[in-house]
């Protein structure tokens, strides 16, 4: 099984983040005490913050949507309801400017007849309606959210699970991904072979497989199967 992660991989989250980010801060004016400039920014900070706290299994989705609206408003006082409320503001225009990369779906039909999954630490129904809404969704035949197991990746429990679904053992699954630690170093821990998509071009260097499209990923594909068969050329 072939499984990918959504978010930087499949969707170009960042780009729809940032941009409803500016949109909240543009309906709540005032009531934020950060710059417009800034709160992009700002934003994906206290995003990574409570969403990592969800993805360790510390609190629910809910709870980390509610601490991530507190946090930007600078308002740890808000009700449940009232944070709700503004992160649905957030979240409307967020759905709306969700896109995938120009390069996804050509990959995923390049793969076609191939066993195709998913491993992502989004909340299923957003991320399966982000998938349906890019037409992306038909490709995977295997799904697992972090809320399956109650906990994210970089946790290899999400991993297995998602290997048990596709009924293959970590040894015969792939996994590609944008995030080293969560993408690369999780399913390696989970004994799952990784392929780093490194849009960036960054520096780094992980022990693994590297591509910096999804146009090279079918080449990179066959690369590993050759390797697991012994066959280096």
């Not at 499984?3 to 780009?15: E, N, V």
Request: glycine share 8%.
């Amino acid at each position: 099984m072939i499984f990918f992660d959504i978010d930087g991989t499949l969707i170009d989250h960042a780009s729809a983040s940032a941009a409803a980010s500016v949109r909240l801060h543009d309906h709540f004016g005032s009531e934020i005490p950060f710059s417009r400039d800034r709160f992009p920014s700002i934003w994906e900070t206290a995003l990574m913050k409570h969403f990592n706290r969800f993805c360790r299994g510390e609190i629910s989705v809910w709870e980390q949507r509610r601490a991530r609206i507190r946090d930007v408003f600078a308002n740890p006082e808000l009700s449940d309801d009232e944070a709700l409320a503004r992160y649905w503001i957030f979240i409307k225009h967020y759905e709306a400017l969700t896109q995938p990369y120009a390069d996804a779906a050509a990959a995923l039909k390049q793969l076609s007849g191939k066993r195709l999954g998913i491993i992502s630490n989004g909340a299923r129904e957003q991320q399966i309606g982000k998938l349906e809404r890019a037409g992306l969704l038909h490709h995977f035949s295997v799904m697992v959210f972090s809320e399956d197991v109650g906990l994210g990746k970089p946790a290899p429990a999400i991993f297995l699970e998602a290997c048990r679904r596709a009924g293959d053992g970590p040894a015969d699954c792939i996994h590609i991904g944008d995030d080293i630690t969560c993408d690369i170093n999780g399913s390696q821990a989970a004994g799952i072979t990784p392929i780093w998509l490194d849009r960036a071009g960054t520096s780094s260097q992980v022990n693994s497989a590297r591509i910096s499209t999804l146009s090279e990923l079918d080449a990179a594909l066959d690369r590993e199967v050759c390797y697991a068969h012994g066959e280096k050329h």
